[in-house]
């Protein structure tokens, strides 16, 4: 009976052992298995980093290239506009706003010299007019 009894405190060990064992082993993979979640999750970290680096690059590209045709049709209206606008007689300088109101200016100044010096030849010209001596003062007073 004893042998019995040791025979079956043997196997009670053995099969606690073997069960040990097998938690570790598990335990073990549970861990590798969490190691390999953990990279997956920085390779897809890494992923997206990339995934969002080239949208970014997408629009940036998208948004310059709207520029470049905005800029390019204003540029071709303002030439238009200049063609439309400019004299018909080559060499002739296209004017612009501040250039007409520079020209107006210039103009009303050379009116008002020449209305000046109209004037001034006017009373040049002009012969003052003395006052006659009176030929007879006796009858004034």
Known sequence: ???VLLAVLMII???????SSMQSYA?????????????VAQVSAWGNVLTI????????VILALIAVVVWFLYQRSVVAKKQRTGSQTPG???????HSIEMMVQLKLIQMLE??????????????????EDPFPWLRS
Request: aromatic share 2%.
């Open 92 to 98: 002739m300088p296209v004017l612009t706003a501040s």
């Open 115 to 132: 209305r000046m010096d109209s004037q001034s030849q006017n009373r040049l010209d002009v012969p003052r007019e003395e006052p006659a």
């Open 1 to 3: 009976m004893l042998i």
């Open 27 to 39: 335990v073990a993979k549970q861990a590798e298995a969490t190691a390999e979640v953990a990279r």
């Open 53 to 60: 680096i080239s949208l970014l690059v997408i629009v940036v």
């Open 13 to 19: 060990i053995i099969v606690f052992g073997v069960s």
